[in-house]
């Protein structure tokens, strides 16, 4: 079982629905050092960014390890949109990775 912090899209229990066909255990979860970033991916998708002063709260899902590849390829990892990094507590969240469109 893994841990990803989400705090946008994943925690839509519709989209988990159609994502894994169930819906996922979540807990409502903070991190520190991380902000929402005011610049958007593909004009539309927010995303966090290292900044020791600021936190953002969401939630972790409990996800086997073939749902973590389901949510790489809905966040784009392949394509360089965004990479999960190991947050701490064996959490892991998506941050964005190459240019901001």
């Known amino acids: 079982m893994k841990q ?7 925690k839509e229990k519709n989209i988990q629905d159609r994502l894994f066909n169930r819906i996922i255990k979540q ?3 903070m991190i520190e050092g991380y902000g ?4 958007l ?21 409990h996800l086997e390890d073939h749902e973590l590849d389901i ?11 965004y990479k999960r990094i190991n947050i701490g507590d064996d ?8 240019s901001y469109t």
């Open 36 to 39: 929402i970033s005011d610049k």
């Open 27 to 29: 807990q409502p979860y």
């Open 41 to 61: 991916v593909n004009g539309m998708y927010k995303t966090i960014e290292f900044d020791s002063d600021e936190y953002t709260y969401g939630v972790l899902l």
């Open 71 to 81: 949510t790489d390829r809905f966040e784009g990892v392949t394509h360089g949109l």
């Open 4 to 10: 990803l912090f989400v705090y946008g899209l994943l």
């Open 91 to 98: 959490v892991q969240a998506y941050i964005h990775e190459v």
